[in-house]
């Protein structure tokens, strides 16, 4: 007797990841006694999940000001900042789960990458906005300084 299938119409799926996420996913995957694969699927779903409820916002946000007669402009520019604000709290989560880690181990050079992934994003938003708001460009910047020095250690 074949065995039950998890998926009702499964696509296989093929890409690439770098060496050390492969390393990472397989320790998590040990330690939660599941298959790469499952683990796979659930950050998909867990990521599509985030996204959609954030698209809901974001709508639901967008029909509040329309109704009140506020511009594309104006809506994209608030969308902006607050884009800018999130995106620096993001950062400064991922500097507090950085200093937790054990240094210079494969996860601690993944946190580190994603940190400074992060970072870049958060300038690429400033770059679009005609004054980021000063307390979170003061937080990213502080961010960065301590992203150098732990660097440096």
């Not at 639901?60 to 109704?67: C, F, G, I, P």
């Not at 994603?114 to 980021?132: D, G, H, S, T, V």
Request: charged letters at 35%; a positive charge; one cysteine or more.
């Amino acid at each position: 007797m074949p065995r039950p299938r998890k998926l009702n119409q499964p696509i296989i799926m093929t890409f690439a990841i770098e060496y050390e996420e492969y390393l990472l996913l397989k320790e998590l995957s040990h330690k939660r006694m599941i298959p790469v694969s499952e683990l796979l699927r659930e950050a998909v779903r867990e990521y599509i999940a985030q996204k959609y409820r954030e698209n809901i916002v974001r709508a639901q946000d967008y029909e509040q000001l329309v109704k009140a007669g506020e511009t594309i402009n104006e809506l994209t520019l608030k969308l902006n900042y607050n884009m800018f604000k999130i995106n620096v709290k993001k950062a400064e989560e991922l500097l507090l789960g950085l200093k937790k880690m054990v240094r210079r181990k494969l996860d601690w050079y993944t946190a580190l990458e994603r940190l400074r992934k992060q970072i870049n994003k958060c300038f690429e938003i400033a770059k679009a906005l005609p004054k980021p708001p000063e307390k979170e460009m003061k937080r990213l910047i502080e961010i960065v300084n301590e992203l150098e020095e732990i660097s440096r250690k």
